[in-house]
């Protein structure tokens, strides 16, 4: 999972595709978009890259419309792309179903 999970609740989305996320860079702002490529099966050791030019897992296309390549290190999910589900009974100490 990414470095700065600990952000998100336990209970959030993993890490995948169509998770929205912070792209986080040495030098610059967060950037934020959306995971739309997972690149695993390049990355595994023996997948391909080289020392200088090294694969990355996750492609994330920004808001802004770049696409970019980052590694799990680099990505957190956005904390403000998932919601809690509506609560079924907005008052719980009245019976389903009566008026209160």
Known sequence: MARHSGNRPVDGPE????VRVLVR???GADLT???VEDYAAVTDPGGGGHAWAPVH???VALDDGRL????TEDLTIDPGSYRSAPNPNPNPNSAP????
């Open 68 to 71: 970019v390549f980052a590694g």
């Open 25 to 27: 860079r040495s030098a």
């Open 15 to 18: 890490l995948r595709v169509g």
């Open 33 to 35: 978009g959306e995971v």
């Open 57 to 59: 897992r996750w492609a």
């Open 97 to 100: 179903g009566s008026s209160v």
